[in-house]
Nanobody, 115 residues
């Protein structure tokens, strides 16, 4: 059974930083693209950032220049460094991974940015 577990969420003031982590565990033979999504109250889940196995990255326009996605293939982890946070970044952040050819989601971690 494959599991994705996020950590690192919390409460931060506007302009501050947080680093989210996602660890993949279980019976793993391959992990390809890993993503971060987020969902604010009353809104649809939206794409934040993605990283391929070899490190190619892509970002949503609203986080470009503020967030950085990275991964450690030896530890099966992916991270999201979030800087210059805004109240509009408040949401539950989810990790998604393509593992063994299937797509898995984490349970989410809450990020709250106060003004």
């Amino acid at each position: 059974q494959v599991q994705l577990v996020e950590s690192g969420g919390g409460l931060v003031q506007a302009g501050g930083s947080l680093k989210l982590s996602c660890a993949v565990s279980g019976s793993i033979s391959s992990i390809s693209t890993m993503d971060w999504y987020r969902q604010a109250p009353g809104k649809q889940r939206e794409f934040v950032a993605a990283i391929t196995y070899v490190g190619y990255t892509s970002y949503a326009d609203f986080v470009k220049g503020r967030f950085t996605i990275s991964r450690d293939n030896t530890r099966n982890t992916v991270a999201l460094q979030m800087n210059s946070l805004k109240p509009g970044d408040t949401a539950v952040y989810y990790c998604r991974g393509r593992v063994n050819g299937n797509t898995y989601w984490g349970q989410g971690t809450q990020v709250t940015v106060s003004s």
